[in-house]
């Protein structure tokens, strides 16, 4: 019915840039907030960022003045990029979506497959 896909994971050196990607398609009415979470090796997920649909955002606050969300809304797409890398933001990284299908109108959240992000150094 819907469906997020992630992309833009990689390998990348500590204090280098990356930009993750995602998009829903599918049967949507309509989409609320959209965010993105992670989950690194022996921890549990946590919320990295998140955007309203009106543009308002959310931040971890580890990630505060590194990473920055954005949304384009006539793409249904959520990106993060991330500047500044540490070894510390290493973990699959999961896209997030709070929405409403369009053909039962009921309320749905919908997670994405999670895209690896490696730091080296």
């Known amino acids: 019915q819907v469906q997020l896909v992630e992309s833009g994971g990689g390998l990348v050196q500590a204090g280098g840039s990356l930009r993750l990607s995602c998009a829903a398609s599918g049967s949507i009415f309509n989409i609320g907030i959209m965010g993105w979470y992670r989950q690194a090796p022996g921890k549990q997920r946590e919320l990295v960022a998140t955007i309203s649909s009106g543009g308002t955002t959310n931040y971890a606050d580890s990630v505060k003045g590194r990473f920055t969300i954005a949304r384009d809304n006539t793409k249904n797409t959520v990106y993060l990029q991330m500047d500044s890398l540490k070894s510390e933001d290493t973990a699959v990284y999961y896209c997030?979506?709070?929405?409403?299908?369009?053909?039962?109108?009921?309320?749905?959240?919908?997670w994405g497959q999670g895209t690896l992000v490696t730091l080296s150094s």
């Open positions: 997030n979506a709070k929405l409403i299908v369009r053909s039962t109108m009921s309320y749905l959240e919908v």
